[in-house]
């Protein structure tokens, strides 16, 4: 049982760059989140998404965007790389909102360098 | 708006001694409020959370939180530390978000357990 589980793990781009971060959950949970962590700032929520094919905007979504093609994906893409979005990224899953008793489950995380 | 405070980013006790982390609250409604723990490298795991009833909530690895509305907090206890509780804490409150609700962290305390 894999969890939550983000690839890559890590990663450096140079500023411009365009990738797209993966997250796969395996515990058929309809919402899905991405977080950035930075020092001294916890974790703020860029984008999440309540079910397959819907999207919504966060705490911090510029210079992201998100799609879930798939119930059991979510991926964060960076269209054009900046040395401020230098931080850890965290995918995390809920069966539903996280309101009442339902936990979210967080990956490991991926740890990006802009340069 | 609901936000979370923690006091402190970083707290140092000696190993057997008790542990206080301390988390305030704003909410116009009554919260659910959640306690998570990063160890290093890690991503973050569920200790305990408070959604309604009893207002004493134990969680993992020995930790307890007390939610009390007068105050307005859901400060974290463990009476006591080990080094293997060295970690990052996040207090969160579930917030509503566009009719969604989701996680919204506090910057976080760091515990450092010295021998």
């Known amino acids: 049982n894999a969890g939550v589980t983000q690839t890559p793990k890590f990663r450096v781009l140079k500023t411009g760059q365009s990738m797209t971060l993966l997250c796969a959950q395996d515990?058929?949970?309809?919402?899905m989140y991405w977080y950035r962590q930075d020092p001294g700032m916890g974790l703020r929520l860029i984008h999440y998404?309540?079910?397959?094919?819907?999207?919504a905007k966060g705490e911090v979504p510029d210079g992201y965007n998100v799609s879930r093609l798939k119930k059991q994906n979510f991926l964060l893409g960076l269209e054009s790389a900046a040395p401020s979005q230098t931080s850890v990224y965290f995918c995390?899953?809920?069966?539903?909102?996280?309101?009442?008793?339902?936990?979210?489950?967080f990956g490991q995380g991926t740890r990006l360098t802009v340069v | 708006a609901q936000s979370v405070t923690q006091l402190g980013s970083h707290v140092s006790v000696s190993e057997g001694a008790l542990v206080l982390l301390r988390c305030n609250y704003s909410?116009?409604?009554?919260?659910?409020l959640f306690w998570y723990v990063q160890y290093p490298n890690q991503g973050l795991q569920l200790l305990l959370k408070?959604?309604?009833?009893?207002?004493l909530v134990k969680g993992i690895n020995g930790f307890e939180a007390e939610f009390k509305k007068s105050e307005t907090s859901f400060h974290l206890t463990k009476p006591s530390a080990h080094m293997s509780d060295a970690a990052e804490y996040f207090c969160?409150?579930?917030?509503?978000?566009?009719?969604?609700?989701?996680?919204?962290f506090g910057k976080g305390t760091m515990l450092l357990v010295s021998p």
């Open positions: 995390a899953s809920s069966y539903m909102g996280t309101g009442g008793s339902t936990e979210a489950f």
């Open positions: 515990m058929n949970h309809e919402y």
């Open positions: 998404s309540v079910g397959e094919g819907t999207t």
């Open positions: 909410s116009s409604v009554p919260p659910y």
């Open positions: 408070y959604t309604t009833g009893a207002t």
């Open positions: 969160a409150v579930s917030v509503l978000n566009s009719g969604y609700s989701t996680l919204t």
